[in-house]
């Protein structure tokens, strides 16, 4: 590969004239979105792998390319062309650092890197194939992968953290670039915390939008009602927290003071999932220091909100 003439990157590796062919170890949702996206900006795609043969080729044919594998031949291939490969550990985060064991025993080609997805999952899992030969490192898109077709559609602008050894994070950099993505360094150590900001942005928002989903069925609407109902309001909301922090962003009966109407929430709420009550008590309890900032509530008010939404409230 032609290093010395290529273009340095923000972390002063230089990029690669070439982009090495993709291995993926674990063509699910996330590792077969990258691999699309990938293989739609031009990077050569060698082969997916996932437990089953059958399954692998199923990923392989939403991509048109490459070799379809089980695992365990990608653990025990013997390549012979001498090439290097960029290899993507996307299986889940408990199988990551045993997976890396198991394919850090088969031969690699000089210059190969080894990237996994997580966000959780620390950089040091991969060290049997860092004692291989191979850089590694952590590449993770901070993107909910369901449909990979439509994420791959979508991952433009996508913020993807990188942690891991200069030439994998080099090699990590120009992903994202291809990507049109936005490479973000991650410093080494901070990744439950980054991991918890994603979940509790993304997934616990599912959780709690099925509780309010709960909410107004309680209030007579079918699933599928409730659902055309709230989400065009999550969207309003999502806009005016482009616009505009947290703080100011929040509407509602806590940053009005309304107290009757939260203890009538509360009632209702009581007579349902625990979860339910528990969440909204504790969110409820957030949008109050919100509030508080804003000087909107007089002190009988925050008072007795704080009384309303106590943890030892029954
Ligand atoms: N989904 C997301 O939104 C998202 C976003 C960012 C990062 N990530 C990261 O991407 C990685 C993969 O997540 P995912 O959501 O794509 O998972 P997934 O859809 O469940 O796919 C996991 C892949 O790993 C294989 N697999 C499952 N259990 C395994 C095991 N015990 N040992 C070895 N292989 C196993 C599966 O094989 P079969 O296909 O044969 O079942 C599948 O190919 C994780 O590290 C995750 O943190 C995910």
Redesign the pocket.
Known sequence: MARTTSPKTTSGSPRRAERPALVVA??????TGVALALHRSGWPVDALA???VE??QERVALLDTGRALS?EQLCAEQPADGAARLLLI???????A??ASHLSRRPWAPDSVAL??????EVAALQPLRDAGLAVGGC???????DPQRAAETMADTVFALEGDAAAAALAEQLAHDLHARPFTLRPGRRAAWHAAATHASNHLVALLDQALDLAQTAGLSRDQARAALLPLLDGTLHNLRAHPPAEALTGPVLRGDVDVVARHLTTLAAGPADSAAAYRALARRALALARTRGTLTPSQLTRLETLLSEDTP
Do not use: M, N, Q, T
């Open positions: 674990g063509a699910g949702a996330a590792g996932c437990r089953s399954r692998a695992l996307a299986v889940p985060d408990h199988a990551i045993e997976l996994h997805l997580s966000g959780s999952v993770h898109p901070l993107k909910s992968f369901v």
